[in-house]
């Protein structure tokens, strides 16, 4: 077996996000074994890893991060000495219907990744070990209309069990630096778009719905205000904090794209209508003002002025581009939009790997 100079775990890499941080991270260091420990839950497609799986340096391991013994067996086996954490329960709606499942994943999945990390690294030099948790805004609860950023130092008021279970998770990472000594990082970011995203989340569900002529449920009225990151932008600066971050720290993550969810809609409506060919603004009768979610955060935007000042991190994708790219991602992707909303996708593993 080649040697490599670090064993990399990233946990939900078949996912959103994941898919993005593993590709970065195989492509740009082939001297890195990376491990992609997934249990592909609903949310996870190894078509979105489709093009890295035959690399050298890429393994691919179906894997609970509530199981204990199978995660400890993966610290062993890849004598793992950096963990890049995505694996979660993601979506608000599902939470308020399910929070158990967002308690067990988030909250002890996140634990007994922990855990193990602790059992592996500890009696030995801890200092170049690296524990690095992915978490979110929605932890810091929900902004005023107008004015005022969430920070670093904003208080933890999450609302929903999404972002309970996620601030209890961030609890524990901290804990273990304070309590064992453990190099960890934790990233707070904002929402999150770019191609290979669930058709659950707000961006591809609507542009999957225009392309189909389907009806566009619009939460409420449509004011809430989400601070809009590419996805790509987001794996660049988990690149640079994995690397540079300093142990023990929290960064805000944020691209400065607020926008109301009922300007994005329309902003979808256009880029998408245009590259369909239709007439400017013909799907705007699409939108229909559906009941509010739960406890809907009216606005979350983010600070990322640390991170700029103590390590350079730009995004580099503006609002506009990054809505043409992912656009036209989808349209150009419609095969896996549809074998995602057909359910097909789920039988890629077996495809991929057989019955093991
Ligand atoms: P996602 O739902 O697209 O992907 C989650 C992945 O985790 C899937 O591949 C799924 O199969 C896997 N997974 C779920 N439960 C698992 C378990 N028990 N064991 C192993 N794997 C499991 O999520 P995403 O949008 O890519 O988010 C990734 C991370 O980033 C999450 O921790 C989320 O809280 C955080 N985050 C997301 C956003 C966003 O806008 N999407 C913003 C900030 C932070
Ligand atoms: O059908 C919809 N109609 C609607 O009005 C959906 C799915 C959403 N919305 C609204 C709710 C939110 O205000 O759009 C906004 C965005 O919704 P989501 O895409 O569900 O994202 P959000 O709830 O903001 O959370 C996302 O960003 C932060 C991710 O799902 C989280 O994992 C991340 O932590």
Not at 75 to 102: C, K, N, Q
Request: negative net charge; hydrophobic residues 40%.
């Amino acid at each position: 077996m080649a040697a490599f100079k670090r064993n990399i775990l990233i946990t939900g890499g078949a996912g959103f996000i994941g898919n993005h941080v593993v590709r970065l991270f195989v492509n740009k260091y082939p001297d890195y074994r990376i491990i992609n420990l997934d249990k592909l839950t609903y949310a996870g497609n190894l078509a979105n890893v489709s093009d890295v799986a035959c690399r050298g340096n890429y393994v691919f391991a179906k894997c609970d991060i509530c199981d204990a013994a199978a995660v400890a067996e993966l610290f062993a086996r890849y004598d793992i000495d950096g963990v890049i954490h995505l694996a979660a329960e993601s979506h608000v709606d599902r939470s308020i219907h399910d929070p158990m499942a967002f308690a067990r994943t988030n909250v002890l999945g996140t634990l007994t990744l922990l855990q193990a990390a602790l059992e592996h690294w500890r009696g030995g030099d801890m200092s170049g070990k690296r524990f690095y948790h992915i978490s979110t805004d929605e932890v810091y609860g929900a902004l005023h209309a107008e004015g005022g950023f969430f920070t670093e130092a904003t208080r933890y008021d999450p609302h929903s069990p999404y972002s309970a279970s996620k601030a209890s998770s961030d609890h524990f990472v901290r804990a273990f630096h304070d309590t064992y000594g453990m190099p960890t990082l934790v990233t707070n970011c904002s929402n999150n778009y770019g191609p290979r995203q669930f058709p659950e989340k707000l961006i591809p569900l609507f542009v999957n719905n225009i392309r189909r002529r389907r009806p566009l449920p619009v939460y409420g009225r449509g004011l809430n205000v989400r601070d809009w990151l590419y996805v790509e932008d987001h794996a660049r600066a988990i690149d640079l904090i994995f690397h540079h971050g300093h142990a023990g720290e929290t960064y805000n993550i944020g691209g400065h794209n607020e926008m109301r969810n009922i300007d994005m809609v329309k902003a979808l409506i256009a880029v998408t209508d245009r590259l369909l060919g239709r007439a400017d603004g013909e799907d705007s009768g699409l939108i229909t003002y559906v009941t509010d979610r739960a406890g809907h955060d009216l606005r979350y935007a983010i600070d990322a002025s640390k991170l700029e000042r103590e390590l350079g991190w730009r995004p580099q994708v503006s609002i506009a581009e990054g809505l043409e790219l992912t656009v036209k991602w989808y349209l150009d992707n419609q095969q896996w939009l549809d074998s995602v909303t057909s359910g097909e996708y789920m039988n890629y593993y077996e495809k991929m790997y057989g019955n093991r």
